[in-house]
């Protein structure tokens, strides 16, 4: 079995983690993790989105984050942006990377953007179009690839179906989304081989939340197939508000533990990524979400 060597990181806290927080996270206070994150050696951080405040009120103030930073040279910073007017905000805010999405249920599909999984990558087709004709690259997210909180179990060929369609439009990247986190091993494994008829290994990542504990399991069944690419989130932040009960992503800090006790480099600082998770679970005032980081804290305070 060969390992992957090295994998990249993506820290999604800064988006996918604070959208669904209660109270309002102020841009200095977004600002700061950003910074504590390259920091801490994370050369691939999604910052924001550019959606409709109405619907998403924690990401009103997209611009001001994308300004107010500090960007350092051979970071890649992305954004999710839904539709034109997303995209033509990000184009204005200087963005490396947009990333668009579509679930592999028909279900989700609808309650989440109102339409169907064809329609969802008809509305992208322009917005991907767009971007690349600008020199921006496009990175699409598959969500509910293992499960949906409305149909249950997905077939693996609904994901390869997403791709496919995904690629279609131009998408230059997949990542494989378990948002319910119902996902175990095999299953995943499954889901990785459907995205692979559609892509290259090296254009495909992880995804996984924690909602049942298998996060970390599902990262290294899918290290064993080969992947080197995934979406973590800082102290375990965010959840999904169309999955009723969705725990958060699975932690920067623990996926980066585990690989770095496997020999395979990340390139990220694991004392300084500690720092930047207290740093945010601080201002929200809780624990981060992260085995890993909580016992390093125990550590320190003992």
């Known amino acids: 079995m060969s390992l992957p060597t090295r994998v990249k990181i993506v820290d999604v806290g800064p988006r996918d983690g604070l959208q669904n927080e209660k109270q309002p996270v102020p841009a200095a206070v977004k600002i700061g993790l950003v910074h504590r994150l390259q920091e801490a050696g994370l050369r691939e951080i999604e910052v924001t989105s550019f959606v409709s405040p109405k619907w998403v009120p924690q990401m009103a103030d997209a611009a001001e984050v994308l300004a107010g930073m500090e960007r350092r040279p051979g970071v890649r910073y992305s954004v999710l942006t839904p539709n034109m007017k997303g995209f033509e905000g990000a184009l204005a805010a200087g963005v490396d990377e947009i990333v668009v999405f579509a679930a592999a249920s028909e279900a989700f599909s609808q309650k989440n953007i109102n339409c169907s999984i064809a329609e969802s990558i008809e509305r992208f087709a322009p917005v991907v179009e767009a971007a690349r004709a600008n020199g921006i690259y496009v990175r699409g997210a598959m969500s509910c690839v293992v499960g949906c909180p409305y149909e249950g179990d997905v077939a693996p060929e609904r994901v ?46 992880g995804h996984f939340h924690d909602t049942y504990g298998q996060a970390l399991a599902n990262t290294l069944a899918s290290l064993e197939m080969g992947v080197w690419q995934y979406d973590t989130s800082i102290a375990g932040l965010g959840g999904c508000p169309y999955a009723k009960g969705a725990t958060g992503n699975v932690a920067t800090e623990d996926v980066v533990y585990m690989l770095h006790g496997m020999d395979i480099d990340t390139g990220i600082d694991f004392e300084k990524l500690v720092d930047a998770g207290a740093y945010i679970s601080d201002f929200l005032q809780r624990k981060p979400n992260s085995r890993a980081a909580t016992a390093m804290l125990n550590k320190r305070a003992g």
């Open 160 to 205: 390869g179906y997403l791709a496919g369609l995904m690629k279609g439009i131009g998408v230059q990247h997949v990542g494989m989304a378990d948002t319910i986190g119902v996902g175990t091993p095999r299953k995943v494994q499954r889901v990785v081989e459907e995205t692979l008829k559609h892509y290259e290994l090296d254009d495909i990542s």
